[in-house]
């Protein structure tokens, strides 16, 4: 072994005692300080006394982990931080918008994900350089890089959608950058660019079912378990995601009232995790009220009392609604109605509808209906939900009740 071998960035150096005792001293970089100045750590190891061959290697090994180790103390540091002069857009992403602003616990494992997912090519085009000297021509750059010569696995060409995704979670990135001051406004790229240059979403054909087409589904419909046909009749008559749906527990219905309240949605987790399934909010944020017709209110009060009989329980409180076949206080899996309703159309020779094309019905026979745009966005949860039920006064409650009455009413 030479005297001083470098490994990666650290170096390894053989060292004699007077007792004639071999050490060898290890030294490496960990980083840079505020200042940009490298960092370096050493120690000293005993020789473990193995043949050369084997020596070297032991040491080598050893030397490799230490200095990983060193690193990852000193990236964890309290002490450390990113100096906002030269933090390139890989440190940044990794070492404070993806602890601080992705995993900070307010995001379901799938949205932690996705952001992943969208922040690793970002990383490998623009990673070294530093946040500061990214500007608005090299996003058009890569924009136009992304539109016509990057390609995925398959040899295709880039989709709009991933495209305006990545974009999307760029602009995110640096106006969480200029938020926390490692940028100015006018270094923001985003802050130049105009919205004829930005890139658009794929316009998608809304599916719905007309009239005609519900009265067949609802007639199909009526020959499913009774747990099934009130699952889909709740998408249906109420506009209530998947997620929303399954999360529902029994303390959620006012039967009285004829409501019911959502406050929880169940995602699949994300790759890795130990967990199925995640239980959050919903995707506003924000706990809703929905009202449900006097029939669907008598329909569940049925299936509570199949329900009971099944299990043999009588406190079904935090029970979920539609559980799954284990265990009653347990959803069931957040793809399983998708793949139930696949089959159910298959099998019926119906129209392939998503849960989400469902949602997408209510909303559509509910504008029909003439029924208020936003009352319609309340009840569904949309994203402004909340600001919209706060700056229109007066009549929403009696509003989303004539919506979910029109619809709930009518075909079947």
């Not at 969480?176 to 100015?184: L, P, Q, W």
């Not at 003439?370 to 039920?389: E, K, N, P, Y």
Request: aromatic share 8%; proline share 5%; hydrophobic share 35%.
């Amino acid at each position: 072994m030479r005297r001083a071998e470098a490994l990666k960035m650290a170096t390894i150096e053989v060292k004699t005692k007077k007792t004639g005792e071999v050490v060898y001293r290890l030294r490496c970089c960990v980083g840079r300080d505020s200042l940009n100045k490298q960092v370096f750590r050493s120690m000293t190891i005993p020789s473990p006394k193995l043949t050369p061959a084997k020596e070297r290697k032991a040491i080598e090994t050893a030397a490799a982990a230490w200095e990983n180790e060193e690193k990852e103390k000193y990236k964890a540091s309290p002490a450390r931080k990113l100096n906002k002069r030269t933090v390139t857009f890989a440190e940044y992403v990794d070492e404070h918008w993806m602890p601080n602003s992705v995993k900070n616990g307010l995001h379901t494992p799938d949205t932690v994900q996705f952001y992943e997912h969208m922040a690793a090519p970002l990383k490998g085009h623009f990673g070294k350089a530093p946040l500061t000297a990214i500007t608005k021509e090299e996003v058009i750059k890569y924009l136009n890089f992304m539109r016509n010569t990057e390609k995925q696995r398959n040899g295709k060409p880039l989709s709009a959608s991933t495209v305006k995704h990545r974009y999307d979670v760029l602009r995110i990135i640096f106006n969480d950058a200029e938020g926390f001051d490692y940028i100015t406004m006018e270094q923001n790229p985003f802050r130049h660019i105009k919205a004829k240059e930005r890139p658009k979403h794929e316009q998608k054909p809304v599916v719905w079912m007309d009239e005609a087409q519900e009265k067949v589904f609802m007639a199909a419909l009526d020959a499913a378990p009774e747990n099934w046909r009130l699952l889909v009749k709740l998408m249906l008559k109420t506009g209530l995601r998947r997620g929303e749906v399954i999360g529902l527990q029994w303390q959620d219905v006012a039967f009285e009232k004829k409501q019911i309240t959502i406050q929880r949605n169940v995602t699949p987790a994300g790759k890795g995790s130990d967990e199925k399934y995640h239980i959050g909010k919903p995707k506003s944020k924000k706990a809703r009220v929905v009202p449900i017709t006097a029939e669907m209110a008598g329909q569940l009060k049925d299936w509570q009392a199949t329900q009971a009989a099944r299990y043999d329980c009588i406190a079904l409180n935090e029970a979920y609604i539609f559980s799954s076949d284990a265990d009653l206080f347990k959803p069931m899996y957040p793809t399983t109605p998708t793949a139930w309703l696949h089959d159910f159309e298959k099998k019926n020779g119906l129209p392939d509808m998503s849960p989400h094309d469902l949602r997408h019905t209510f909303a559509t026979r509910a504008q029909q209906k003439g029924v208020d745009i936003r009352t319609v966005q309340t009840i569904l949860g949309h994203s402004d939900a909340g600001v919209t039920f706060e700056s229109y006064s007066g009549t929403n409650d009696e509003a989303m009740r004539e919506a979910v009455e029109a619809v709930g009413n009518s075909a079947g």
